[in-house]
């Protein structure tokens, strides 16, 4: 059953000896919790909490599962995604992983899951990386498709996500991720990564020249893609 989710103060939580009254202190750069709900899921009973950045940038959501605790706490940093999360294109495996990291969560009991939004097609946001997607039909990869727009790579920061991970207590993660530079972008923001738990989903033929563009050109530790892709 989701639980109402105590809020970090000075290290500690809320209820784990904090003294009572006392209010988070939010960093300039930080987060500002502004609620949290029960959210009821085909995957199970989740907490949902609302984030607003203090530097006005795009209102963010965590969902929380049981009593995480503060170590070793399963997590998934999910970028936001609608063509996947929301219509399950094929051209990436964005949807199937987002189900996937959520069933993960339940069946450990505990865990967070971070919804980054802000993060359309690695930061570029939602027309660009619409274009981008023409482009990759068009013969280009993923990262010269970004290049061609003259747009970044990867534009995303997980500075938000370790001021929430900070907020809820989270002081270390088991990372559910296929993708290092995640692992690496919490540790300089102050979020321990005890372990990198993969989170593969069988490759689908539209989406095989992607997903091996990301191995290749962007460190993704994809070992599954050397087997035949499914059928779409």
Known sequence: MAAAVPKAVNGAREGAGAPAGTRTTVPPDGVERIVDVRLSTEYGEFTAVGYRPRDSGAEQMVLVHGEPGGEHVLTRLHSECLTGDAFGSRHCECGEQLAAALEFIAAEGAGVLVYLRGHEGRGIGLVAKLQAMRL??????????????????DARDYAVAARMLDDLGVRSVRLLSNNPRKGESLLRHGIGVSERVPLLIPPRAENLAYLRAKRERLDHVLPHLDRRAGPS
């Open 136 to 153: 990759q039909a068009e013969g280009l990869d993923t990262v010269e498709a970004n290049l061609a727009l003259g747009l970044p790579v």
